[in-house]
């Protein structure tokens, strides 16, 4: 662990020198890397992660800069996409801008990289004021921004609603050698613009691959941002994510996050209500198996009065997983008329799963409405019984339940292929073949 | 107190003043300020305690001296002096009565004030109470009637000295010196504290009380409380505290260790009122507790505790489901006002199958003051079957408060079923109106709402307690609505 620390930061030298030394970015990066030597990984020793040790997970020779890769075809990630709707794609490949893939757009709007909005003189505004603003500064986010690069670069102008959905898939496949990718992603909503995002990190290889992504959304006025993150990779591949969305008043921020895939999963969700009148809702799935261990993070900073949150997650965990749920919601002093739900109920299917929950709600402002609700328990044994009974068998009659137990999240998906898509993940997940879209 | 009225209620909150905050002239014996080895060998000794427990002292000191302060906790204060404290302060002309007549008059006086004088409690409650002041204890009560039953209630200074062999076995089972910072200097320096023997199948006739009062200025108590109950036995035990008014703060750092053997019962309620400090949250106590319980097959704990006083308070009543069929349950009360803090919940640990625990709080902020709840439940991997319910409540009065909740859920097992909620709320303008339009001023409304609101928690303390509990919560939101 040590040792990798000390290999990035020598690292970030060489990787600077290809870099332009006078830009406005140079000086975040070198700060950024200054605050990660200083804060190093984070242990369990951190109150925020009591429950999830990152030892193993960092305890691999990773290599930083992937070297060049054999092209990719449609046919070899067709899988992992939503191929089945129209939408942009920002497609990469190790790190890498894999153009003949994507599908990107400057025409009213920017769909783009970040490499190129950094680059370009006509993007500094934008950057200046919205690149690493609302970033945590703990040792992961900065470790991430100083070797931040690439990623993608949405922005929407005032009034636009972007017509399709964008899905920016991040791909490793780091063949023979294991792999830590930093990818950074930049999203600007202005006024009264829509879109909607499907964001998904796959690895294609057997080996280790380790992503540690930051997304800084910007949610302006009235603006509505609907956020899926399908997280399905395989067993060999960690994933922290790290996400800090900015709101401003009357906007309309939704997130689904669907855990099913990875070792190791650590989702940093941290939500800002700058505004009076905003909604937030972020909902997750989780549903895990051997060996995996999935960690849900989640702040929502209410500052201003009249907005609402609301948070459902639900979790199955089978075999030895871990299941982890960590929600704060901060109401500040001046945050009155505030309200705030929160729910996280689990479901444990086997003896060696194990779950920790710490919902945690702290309010500073007397005229709220904060609740929050947590569950571990099982399933309903007459239900189990009614199905049995009428001719199901148990694996099928199991999973309709547990089918039925995460519904309740899945029915907010606005995009009905991501709903199917979805859908045939759990299917696959609970071992049957049975449709759920009837 | 049982026969408290309106009339009273409306005096006592025109006087608006803590009511317990005075000081009793009792030439005390008080050692010089200060903790090192020779301190902890000369409270042994004034204590004439045989050797294993000067020893068992010093081990705690040593590994005291390894620890640090803990800061994890959601409080604000500035830390205590531990070198500027006395560790050791009693009454001087230390008595041993046998009966309440003989005890120093002033004492006595002290006693009423208090509101639970001894004799007056002794005819009304039937209550068996043991008062420690400045953490020496000075007089218990209906020693003759539990004698008879086998049962032992003394102080623990005697207790050392009378029954070494209970003592030994069980002093720190429960809380082991090292548990934590506080732990650890209570088990070096603890001065006296309360020692209860339930023997086994018997029924506890009364309910065992004792009453703790810091007197002296610039000490610190350190009690300690061991309660065991052989199996099958049933034991209800009281315990408050008060404080007299100081500007400086005073350190109250107790460690209560509860043993319930097989199919055992013991209900533990507390009514903490310590001074809270004054309205620009000058002074005050600063409560540091340990309390911990453990269950055998069958058995039941259950804490029950109504805070209202101190400046920071910091405790967590725990419950160790050992025992199959075991039963953990806390109730539990928390008032802050003015400057006050506190951070409190349980810990429940499920080892035992089929063990339950529910765990109900109530937190009532007003002023400028924090209140926390903090709770963990554990299921363990062989605790099958095991069940908990939590519901914490916050009610927030004015805005410039804060109610936090941060209860920690770890399962491990399966077959367990739990479920918490906490909800956050300020009282409802509609129910304030309602009770103004019956001509319910609404200083008065907000009790009655707030004791609705506490009601759950109030139904379980014993009836005494429950109506002192009542006036307490009433007293201490006094003045916290503009």
């Known amino acids: 662990m040590f040792q990798l620390k000390e290999k990035l930061l020598s690292s970030f030298i060489a990787f600077e020198d290809q870099k332009d030394i006078d830009s406005y970015v140079h000086g975040i990066r070198t700060k950024a890397i200054k605050n990660f030597e200083k804060e190093g990984f984070p242990t369990k020793k951190l109150e925020n992660w009591k429950y999830t040790s990152l030892k193993k997970t960092l305890n691999q020779d990773y290599k930083l800069f992937p070297t060049a890769t054999e092209a990719l075809e449609f046919k070899d990630i067709k899988d992992f996409l939503i191929d089945d709707i129209e939408s942009y794609k920002i497609i990469f490949v190790d790190g890498k801008y894999c ?166 999963t650590r989702n940093n969700l941290s939500i800002f209500q700058n505004g009076e009148r905003i909604e937030s809702t972020i909902k997750g799935i989780t549903i895990i198996g051997e060996n995996q261990h999935v960690d849900h993070n989640t702040l929502i900073h209410h500052k201003k009065p009249n907005c609402n949150s609301y948070q459902d997650y639900k979790g199955i965990f089978g075999e030895n997983s871990v299941g982890v749920f960590n929600g704060q919601v901060l109401v500040e002093k001046e945050a009155q008329k505030t309200n705030a739900f929160q729910a996280n109920n689990n479901v444990l299917i086997s003896d060696k799963a194990t779950i920790n929950t710490k919902p945690q709600l702290e309010i500073f402002a007397d005229d709220v409405k904060c609740s929050h609700g947590c569950t571990v328990g099982q399933l309903d044994k007459n239900a189990l019984f009614y199905l049995r009974s009428r001719g199901i068998p148990e694996k099928e009659a199991t999973a309709l339940l547990m089918y039925g137990f995460a519904n309740k999240v899945l029915s907010s998906v606005n995009i009905p292929e991501v709903k199917t898509r979805v859908n045939n993940i759990i299917a696959d997940k609970l071992g049957v073949k049975i449709g759920f879209d009837i | 107190m049982s026969k408290y009225t309106e009339d009273d209620l409306k005096k006592e909150l025109e006087t608006k003043k803590y009511e317990y905050g005075f000081y009793t002239d009792i030439e005390s014996d008080t050692l010089p300020m200060g903790l090192s080895e020779e301190i902890i060998v000369a409270i042994s000794k004034k204590k004439e305690e045989p050797d294993w427990m000067t020893e068992w002292r010093l081990d705690a000191f040593k590994k005291w001296q390894k620890m640090s302060e803990p800061n994890w906790a959601n409080v604000n204060y500035e830390k205590p002096d531990l070198q500027k404290i006395s560790y050791y302060s009693a009454p001087s002309n230390k008595p041993k009565y046998n009966s309440l007549d003989e005890v120093d008059p002033e004492l006595l006086e002290t006693f009423k004030k208090l509101g639970i004088s001894v004799d007056e409690q002794k005819k009304l409650a039937g209550v068996a109470v043991d008062v420690v002041i400045d953490s020496v204890s000075v007089a218990t009560s209906f020693k003759e009637t539990l004698s008879e039953k086998g049962i032992i209630f003394c102080s623990m200074n005697e207790a050392i000295k009378t029954h070494p062999e209970l003592v030994k076995k069980y002093i720190g089972s429960v809380v082991p010196k090292t548990d934590n910072y506080y732990a650890a200097l209570n088990s070096a320096v603890f001065s006296d504290g309360s020692f209860c023997y339930i023997p086994k199948g018997v029924k506890c006739p009364m309910e065992l009380s004792t009453y703790f009062r810091i007197n002296e200025a610039g000490t610190g108590q350190f009690e300690r409380t061991l309660v065991i109950a052989d199996k099958g036995s049933y034991v209800s035990y009281l315990e408050g505290c008060s404080a007299p008014s100081r500007d400086e703060n005073q350190l109250h750092a107790a460690v209560v260790e509860l043993i319930a053997m097989d199919d055992a019962e013991i209900k533990y309620s507390t009514v903490q009122n310590w001074y809270p400090g004054d309205s620009e949250g000058k002074g005050g106590v600063f409560n540091f507790v340990t309390k911990r319980g453990v269950c055998g097959d069958n058995a039941k704990i259950s804490w029950t505790q109504v805070e209202t006083g101190s400046a920071v308070t910091w405790k967590y009543p725990s419950c160790i489901l050992k025992g199959k069929n075991s039963v953990g349950e806390f109730y539990s009360i928390a008032v802050t006002n003015n400057f006050q803090q506190a951070d409190t919940g349980t810990k429940m640990i499920h080892i035992g199958e089929n063990t339950k625990s529910t765990i109900i709080s109530k937190g009532i902020s007003a002023g400028k003051s924090q209140n926390s709840y903090r709770g963990l439940v554990h299921v363990g991997p062989r605790a099958k079957n095991s069940r908990n319910f939590s519901q914490c409540d916050s009610l927030l009065i004015g805005n410039e408060c804060g109610a936090h909740t941060f209860p920690y859920i770890e399962t491990k097992n399966k077959s367990a079923k739990i479920e918490h909620e906490a909800t956050t709320s300020k009282i409802g303008e509609d129910q304030i109106f309602y009770c103004n339009q019956r001509g319910i001023d609404t200083e008065k409304a907000i009790a009655i709402i707030v004791n609705g609101f506490s009601k759950e928690v109030l139904n379980k303390l014993p009836m005494e307690f429950a109506v002192e509990a009542q006036k307490l919560l009433e007293i201490s939101l006094e003045g916290s609505v503009g």
Do not use: W
Request: aromatic share 8%; with cysteine; net charge negative.
């Open chain 1, 99 to 264: 153009s003949h893939l994507s599908e990107t757009t400057h025409e009213g709007m920017d769909i783009c990289i970040l490499s190129s909005a950094l680059s370009q003189s006509k993007y500094d505004l934008l950057i200046e004021n919205y690149f690493d603003k609302i970033s945590k500064k703990d040792g992961i986010t900065s470790l991430n921004t100083a070797f931040s690069s690439e990623g993608s670069y949405i922005h929407i102008p005032k009034n636009v609603q972007v017509d399709k959905p964008i899905q920016v898939v991040y791909f490793s496949t780091g063949k023979n050698e294991s792999v830590l990718h930093q990818p950074r992603n930049l999203i600007v909503v202005d006024e009264n613009s829509q879109v909607e995002i499907i964001e998904r990190h796959q690895s294609l290889s057997e080996n280790r691959i380790l992503v540690n992504s930051v997304s800084e959304i910007y949610c302006n006025q009235r603006s509505i941002v609907q956020h899926y993150k399908i997280q399905d990779d395989n067993r060999n591949a960690s994933l922290i994510d790290n996400t800090f969305v900015s709101q401003q008043r009357n906007s309309d921020y939704t997130l689904h996050t669907f855990s099913f895939g990875g070792e190791l």
